[in-house]
């Protein structure tokens, strides 16, 4: 099936910059998930998004559920090496869940 | 509380050949998902089993297929395996399934190799 448009794929950035990266869709999802994988590991849930409009922090994490969800974004503020990684955008509705191809993150100290 | 554990973490086997990788969820959670990870593909989908009962499955051949037991433990199976399935296999477990209160934690998965 279609995955979600991630963008971007890569970015690297210096530490203390922040970080926008944002996922669409074609089709509305009830959900809306961000996680983070690191190499070797599986992805470990940063952010989950329930209702449209909503704006969600953790930490120095921020992300909102798109009003026509068909996208969401996901913000990180004062980014720190430890920031590197993977990051997925999740969509999902009733019994379908589609992943976005992930931005990967760089962070130079 | 313990996280999702998945056995083995690494495995290699040759074409035509058959695998069983395992999935232990976090206590308490009855739904067991199943995703393959590949860098052309990404994360898709593979199945979903709840109370000992597959709900829903994605796009995958039958040569994919999976089981949960009466503890939530859930198996996924492969035979007849192929060059293309070498991946990382990542099981999720979350309370019932998908949606609000119901967030999906992940293992650190099964990276699965065929020769």
């Known amino acids: 099936g279609q995955q979600l448009n991630q963008s971007p794929q890569s970015m690297f950035i210096q530490e203390g910059e922040d970080v926008s990266m944002n996922c669409t869709s074609s089709s509305i999802f009830n959900t809306w998930l961000w996680y983070k994988q690191d190499p070797g590991e599986g992805p470990v849930l940063l952010i989950a998004l329930y209702k449209a409009g909503e704006l969600t922090s953790n930490g120095r994490l921020t992300a909102q559920f798109g009003i026509t969800r068909k996208d969401s974004f996901l913000n990180i503020s004062a980014s720190i090496p430890s920031d590197v990684g993977i990051y997925f955008c999740a969509g999902q509705r009733n019994n379908d869940m589609r992943f976005g191809a992930g931005t990967r993150l760089t962070v130079k100290p | 509380k313990a996280g999702v554990t998945q056995t083995p973490r690494y495995l290699i086997k040759t074409r035509g050949q058959q695998v069983t990788l395992s999935c232990s969820p976090i206590?308490?959670?009855?739904?067991v998902s199943w995703y393959q990870q590949t860098p052309g593909q990404g994360l898709q989908f593979l199945f979903e089993y709840f109370s000992e009962t597959q709900r829903n499955k994605g796009n995958f051949p039958g040569r994919f297929s999976g089981r949960q037991f009466s503890n939530s433990r859930s198996e996924m199976n492969v035979s007849t395996l192929e060059l293309g399935d070498s991946a990382l296999y990542l099981c999720?477990?979350?309370?019932?399934?998908w949606g609000a209160g119901n967030e999906q934690f992940f293992g650190p998965g099964t990276r699965l190799t065929v020769l």
């Open positions: 206590s308490g959670h009855r739904s």
């Open positions: 999720a477990s979350s309370l019932a399934g």
